[in-house]
Nanobody
Framework: EIRLVESGGGSVQAGDSLKISCAIS????????VAWFRQAPGKEREGVAS?????????YYHDSVKGRFTISLDTVQNTLYLQMNSLKIEDTGMYYC????????????????WGQGTQVTVSS
């Protein structure tokens, strides 16, 4: 069974940093794609960052987080991270970890596997 379990969300002030984690288990393949999505109240879910597991260092970032967020993967612990610096109020939302064996579903915002989400709230 494939499981994704997020942790590390919380409430911070604008300008602060926060690192959220996602423990990934159950993948039999050594090559798959992982991503972070977020959804703010009243808004559509959007892709924040993505990368491949086992396929090199190519990473994607949404324009709104470039230079502030960093996606990374600990291949020993099978844990996905999202380091978020210089947080803004508009970064507030539920952050979801996701994974798929193919990249196209992630590109379309429809990866097969999802975590339960972790809330990030940024206040002024």
């Amino acid at each position: 069974e494939i499981r994704l379990v997020e942790s590390g969300g919380g409430s911070v002030q604008a300008g602060d940093s926060l690192k959220i984690s996602c423990a990934i288990s159950g993948f039999r393949s050594t090559f798959y794609f992982v991503a972070w999505f977020r959804q703010a109240p009243g808004k559509e879910r959007e892709g924040v960052a993505s990368m491949s597991f086992g396929g090199g260092d190519s990473k994607y970032y949404h324009d709104s987080v470039k230079g502030r967020f960093t996606i990374s993967l600990d291949t020993v612990q099978n844990t996905l991270y999202l380091q978020m610096n210089s947080l803004k109020i508009e970064d507030t939302g539920m952050y979801y970890c996701s994974a798929d064996n193919q990249y196209e579903p992630i590109l379309l915002g429809q990866p097969r596997y999802w975590g339960q989400g972790t809330q990030v709230t940024v206040s002024s």
